[in-house]
């Protein structure tokens, strides 16, 4: 099982970027996606997940509006299109995921997670 989280780099305010996870060993049918970001001192947080069952997504309350999450089962990739962004968006983004029919957690936590890939870091300065 991987997952390669890519599309990451130097952005001015107001800029946009698509971030991709792009994931091997498995199909996106039956997991769920999640993307997390990570600032150095706090916590990995939960910025948007999509459902491996009903497709269904959830995003943040700070990126809600801005950002977008989908995906392309045929190419087992999962995008996060970020619009709008921010200074406070800086951080090393992440895409975890986890079996869509465990029972208990949820795909925008980071502690229900299974698999993770290596990080993107997505900075965003004029």
């Known amino acids: 099982v991987q997952l390669q989280a890519s599309g990451g780099g130097l952005v001015q305010p107001g800029g946009s970027l698509r971030l991709s996870c792009v994931v091997s060993?498995?199909?996106?049918?039956?997991?769920?996606i999640g993307w997390f970001r990570q600032v150095p001192g706090k916590e990995r947080e939960g910025v948007s997940c999509?459902?491996?069952?009903?497709?269904?997504?959830y995003y943040a309350d700070s990126v809600q509006g801005r950002f977008a999450i989908s995906k392309d089962n045929a190419k087992n990739t999962v995008y996060l299109q970020m619009n709008n962004l921010k200074p406070e968006d800086t951080a090393v983004y992440y895409c975890?995921?986890?079996?869509?029919?465990?029972?208990?957690?949820?795909?925008?936590?980071?502690?229900?997670?299974?698999?993770w890939g290596e990080g993107t870091l997505v900075t965003v300065s004029s």
């Open positions: 975890a995921s986890r079996n869509a029919r465990r029972v208990g957690g949820t795909c925008w936590n980071p502690a229900s997670m299974d698999y």
């Open positions: 060993g498995f199909t996106l049918d039956g997991y769920s």
């Open positions: 999509i459902s491996g069952t009903k497709g269904s997504t």
